[in-house]
């Protein structure tokens, strides 16, 4: 098993739709929980940041962290064909170094049609 | 304000052939992360160097080695090439306070024939 699930997708909805990305994870020592976002033969671009349980907003982005039941969500409103792109979720614990190392899923591909 | 820099953007190789890619850091960041990514699959961590040391690594061989220069800047090199190291490599860097805020640049698609 590995330490963090995702879904490959594709996921395709209509522009305007919610759309809801999610990754569970088996490691309870995460501490830190992130969503970046990657278009084709680009970098991840960070798009939330998180750390404690609970709901994070950020415009039309909402990041939601269950630790007790290790499940991360990322909710986008009012989806555009812009949003089209690979959402990675990440998560980090604390390494031997002392630095929290980030893990990635595998990414999920969203297409947003017109 | 320069984000995340990497060269080359892409590079080919062939088996047993050694490379080396190159990355500067955001501004204001001393921390570079590696990572590499297979196509369709998330970054798997190289190692990450702070103050011209490498601090963790994450597993992959010795043939994938590292350095950071006192600007910052950092170098991967990876010997003895082979097919399966075809890959985009992403570097990233973070702030000395929020290290697993990663920024990352637009990566090193390096094909190994």
């Known amino acids: 098993q590995k330490e963090v699930e995702q879904d490959p997708g594709p996921l395709s909805v209509p522009e305007g739709a919610i759309v809801s990305l999610n990754c569970t994870y088996s490691n309870s020592a995460f501490q830190y929980f992130m969503w970046y976002r990657q278009y084709s033969r680009k970098g991840p671009e960070l798009l939330m940041y998180t750390y404690s349980s609970g709901n994070k907003e950020d415009g039309r982005f909402t990041a939601q962290v269950d630790k007790s039941s290790k499940y991360i969500s990322l909710f986008i409103r009012d989806s555009q064909p812009s949003d089209s792109a690979t959402y990675l979720c990440?998560?980090?614990?604390?390494?031997?170094?002392?630095?929290?190392?980030?893990?990635f899923g595998r990414g999920t591909s969203l297409i947003v049609h017109p | 304000d320069a984000g995340v820099t990497q060269s080359p953007t892409h590079l080919i190789k062939t088996r047993g052939q050694q490379v080396t890619l190159r990355c500067s850091p955001k501004s204001g960041h001393d921390t570079v992360s590696w990572y590499q990514q297979a196509l369709g699959q998330g970054p798997q961590f190289i190692f990450q160097?702070?103050?011209?040391?490498?601090?963790q690594r994450g597993n992959f061989p010795d043939r994938f080695s590292g350095h950071q220069f006192p600007n910052y800047s950092s170098e991967l090199n990876v010997n003895a090439l082979l097919l399966g190291d075809s890959a985009l490599y992403l570097c990233?860097?973070?702030?000395?306070?929020?290290?697993?805020?990663?920024?990352f640049g637009s990566g090193t698609q390096l094909s190994v024939l």
């Open positions: 990233a860097s973070s702030p000395r306070d929020i290290r697993e805020k990663l920024f």
């Open positions: 990440a998560m980090s614990a604390i390494g031997t170094g002392g630095s929290y190392i980030p893990t």
């Open positions: 160097y702070y103050e011209e040391e490498e601090r």
